[in-house]
């Protein structure tokens, strides 16, 4: 089973921010939080992954709680082509690399 | 261009045949992946390889096998012990360290009736 809860979907308005929540209450030390996201029909893409500290790219910002429980992936102005399902999940170098993919969050993002 | 490729990307077969998925990576990474997705479902193991002329099981590596003789190269055979061929397949490719960002390919949508 996956190590991360994520809600099932959510809208975000176009231009807006976007937040997409994860839970991983389990996440061990030497575990990354990573997300990517999967446009219809096409291979998942890489967007971020943090250990402790939060971290920003071009694509987006990754907030994790002092605790690390919990992640938040911020696309800072959401448009049309964001329109994908997000995972997140957990990992560690312990694992080789291997991710273990829940359902995600379908984020539609509408005009 | 650096990436992944994975050819062809539609594939129909019939059932009881073999089918060998290609997947070619010019990242230079050493560590590869192949993934079976099914329609409304997440992406699951089948195999992943370290390092050349090495490679483990997944969560579902019944029914494939795989080989590893250049970097560069992982291809995936979908034989006909597995039951439920028909699905989508995902090779994904990453350099080795502490994290391990995963870039993967368009995939190849295997039909088999």
């Known amino acids: 089973d996956a190590k991360t809860t994520q809600p099932p979907s959510m809208d975000c308005a176009e231009g807006r921010a976007a937040n997409l929540p994860c839970n991983h209450s389990?996440?061990?030390?030497?575990?990354?939080v990573y997300w990517y996201r999967q446009i219809h029909s096409q291979g998942p893409q890489y967007i971020i992954h943090g250990l402790k500290n939060n971290e920003t790219n071009e694509m987006a910002s990754l907030i994790i709680t002092e605790d690390r429980k919990s992640s938040t992936l911020i696309l800072p102005h959401a448009t049309l082509r964001d329109t994908a399902v997000y995972y997140c999940i957990v990992s560690s170098a312990d694992s080789w690399g291997k991710l273990q993919f829940g359902a995600g969050t379908q984020v539609v993002v509408t005009p | 261009d650096g990436g992944i490729t994975q050819s062809p990307k539609y594939l129909f077969r019939k059932e009881g045949q073999n089918v060998t998925l290609s997947c070619e990576q010019n990242?230079?990474?050493?560590?590869m992946y192949w993934y079976r997705q099914d329609p409304g479902q997440g992406l699951r193991l089948i195999y992943y390889?370290?390092?050349?002329?090495?490679?483990q099981k997944g969560d579902i590596a019944e029914g494939y096998s795989v080989s590893r003789e250049k970097k560069e190269s992982f291809p995936l055979t979908v034989t006909s012990a597995q039951k439920n061929p028909t699905a989508f397949y995902l090779c994904?490719?990453?350099?080795?360290?502490?994290?391990?960002?995963?870039?993967f390919g368009p995939g190849t949508r295997l039909t088999v009736t």
């Open positions: 390889s370290q390092i050349v002329n090495d490679f």
């Open positions: 994904a490719s990453s350099n080795q360290g502490l994290s391990y960002e995963q870039y």
């Open positions: 389990t996440i061990s030390g030497n575990e990354y």
């Open positions: 990242l230079n990474h050493d560590a």
